[in-house]
């Protein structure tokens, strides 16, 4: 069968991938991601051709994995999280739709970055909430404040992925001063490094404070809404319940 399993392989701690992303890379003949990513599950690929998608960009991949299945193989395209987040499903459904392809895509779901870091924090997406990308490589950074005001006066819960790299350090300070806008300073804020996989940290601050601790590309931002609070060493959005 000419298939494409999508499979978002959670956030790297093999306790948190899924049995049925695992039932699809032993069914596959191609393995195509990311090195550091397949590293983590050497006993899954064992004798399956594997394409470290390292120096391909998404589209490329996509073609790529599509080629592969066009000639017969089952290929796997592994993300990190959920490949439905900011991964590779909708690329890979929208390269098929392109080239009018008959080839089957499954995707295959998996924990992503924001639940893996609200379970290091405790319970801050108890909730509404909003996940914001603050990466402006494909949208425009006018788009994105906007969004963040948006959600900001919709007193959401906010989570930013992608919210600081080498190249790209303002973005994160605008992105608090908006939020300063409608939020008091000392907003309980979460800081996940590395949630649920090796080299995991955390800090809680404050929306005054948060500036002060080191966020980078593996970091997702939690920041709470006007009833969130910090309980001991946790976050906690309350639901509503009567105590
Ligand atoms: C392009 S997005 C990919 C998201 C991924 N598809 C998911 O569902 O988690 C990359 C961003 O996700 C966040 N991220 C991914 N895994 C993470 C983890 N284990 N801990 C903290 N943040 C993570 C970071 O903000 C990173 O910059």
Redesign the pocket.
Known sequence: MKKIFVI?IG??EESYMTPAAKEAILASDVVIGYKTYIDLIPHLVENKKVIDSGMKKEIERCNLALDLAEEGSTVSLV?????G???MAGAMLEVKGQRDSTVIIEVIP?V???S??AAVLGAPLMHDFTVI?L?DLLTDWEVIKKRLHLAAEGDFVIA????KSKGRVTQIEEARDILLKYRKKETPVGI??????EGEAHMITTLDEMLQHPID????VIIGNSNTFIQGNKIITPRGYAL
């Open positions: 978002g956030p790297g993300s990190s999280g959920d490949p987040i900011y991964g998996g992503t970055a924001v893996a870091a990308s990466s930013l992925y992608n919210p996940v490094r590395n949630a649920k996989r590309m593996l970091t997702v």
